[in-house]
């Protein structure tokens, strides 16, 4: 049986913590963050837990990780 290819901009995306929990990276910080409050900004570096509706076709995509 072959391996499977990783999704290689999915792995650049998602990091599977030590629980098996897939997190992912916020949005909306990547341009125009003058008119975007210090809190804000700060807020948005942690990382969230990717949704349940959407963890089986990441586990697809990173099948190693």
């Known amino acids: 049986m072959p391996k499977i290819k990783t999704n290689?901009?999915?792995a650049k995306r998602f990091k599977v913590s030590?629980?098996?929990?897939?997190?992912?990276?916020q949005s909306h910080?990547?341009?125009?963050?003058?008119?975007?409050?210090t809190k804000r900004k700060?807020?948005?570096r942690t990382a969230a837990?990717?949704?349940r509706s959407?963890?089986?076709a990441a586990r697809?995509?990173?099948p190693y990780a």
């Open 29 to 37: 910080r990547r341009h125009i963050l003058t008119k975007k409050s």
């Open 18 to 25: 030590g629980s098996g929990a897939i997190k992912r990276g």
């Open 60 to 62: 697809r995509m990173i």
């Open 8 to 10: 290689r901009g999915a």
């Open 49 to 51: 837990q990717l949704h």
């Open 54 to 56: 959407d963890v089986a």
């Open 42 to 44: 700060r807020q948005l």
